[in-house]
């Protein structure tokens, strides 16, 4: 008795352990399929916007379940975004952090990885993360909850474990545009050497949005590692 009882109990956690397993295995299909299938728009929203594509994936990855919440389906929001600042495009209801709250829906999910760059760069309480280095990635996620994009307080580790389990920080790299020594890219004589003059109160970040860059790439041109400019400095922006 005693023995068919064990062999119960043995056969039961074996049949948990398969399905764990199971589970797992499709679980890390189902995110190696959505980094396959969007890492070249993270990478491109990337050199358009700044937002590091590791940051941009690990938030898809986790906001919208690899692409299979709700939200995502019925909205194309892989990012979470409510209807803030007067949206006028489309909406969906849903319970979140209070009932029946309002999320934005876009046509095509490419939209809603452009607006989420759109929506960290233009408003003042990201702009902190845009200062920060493109490649490191955890101190963008612990900016993100500081600047409160989530009210989880295990957020930024969560970005963070999912940027290293697959490896995510890879295509930070992939935004630096390499031209070859002696050879210049195909823009007009006079744009492609372009100084700005810092005046007070000038940030590298106010720079960049100045001429429409981003503080990675003017670090990048005037062999910068910080952030520190000094006024009287010529800064090279293009």
């Known amino acids: 008795m005693q023995n068919t009882f064990r062999l119960s109990i043995y056969l039961l956690i074996y049949s948990l352990l398969q399905f764990v397993c199971v589970s797992v295995t499709a ?3 189902a995110t190696e399929s959505y980094i396959s299938t969007y ?9 358009r916007v700044g937002v590091p594509a ?6 898809g990855i986790l906001e919208s379940g690899n ?4 939200l995502a389906k019925t909205a194309n929001n892989h990012f979470g975004i409510k209807c803030v600042d007067n949206w006028t495009g489309g909406k969906v209801y849903r319970d979140d952090d ?4 309002c999320f934005r829906k876009y046509r095509k999910v490419k939209h809603s990885y452009t607006d989420h760059s759109d929506f960290m760069r233009d408003r003042k309480r990201y702009a902190f993360l845009f200062e920060l280095e493109r490649t490191d990635y955890k101190a963008w996620a612990e900016g993100l909850k500081k600047a409160g994009y989530a009210t989880n307080p295990n957020y ?10 697959y490896e995510l920080n890879a295509y930070d790299a992939r935004g630096r545009v390499k031209v070859p020594k002696g050879k210049t890219k195909d823009t007009p004589k ?3 050497i372009k100084l700005h003059t810092v005046k007070k109160k000038d940030t590298l970040y106010s720079i960049s949005k100045k001429y ?3 503080v990675t790439n003017l670090q990048q041109l005037n062999n910068k590692t910080g952030t520190d400019i000094k006024i009287g400095e010529q800064l090279r922006v293009r």
């Not at 890492?39 to 050199?47: S, Y």
């Not at 692409?67 to 709700?70: A, D, K, P, T």
């Open 156 to 165: 930024p580790q969560l970005l963070i474990n999912l940027i290293e389990k």
């Open 98 to 101: 209070a009932k029946n709250e």
């Open 67 to 70: 692409g299979n919440s709700e």
């Open 27 to 29: 679980q890390n299909q």
């Open 39 to 47: 890492k070249k728009l993270a990478v491109k929203e990337m050199k």
């Open 190 to 192: 006079q744009e492609q």
């Open 54 to 59: 590791s940051i941009t994936l690990a938030q």
């Open 212 to 214: 429409d860059t981003t």
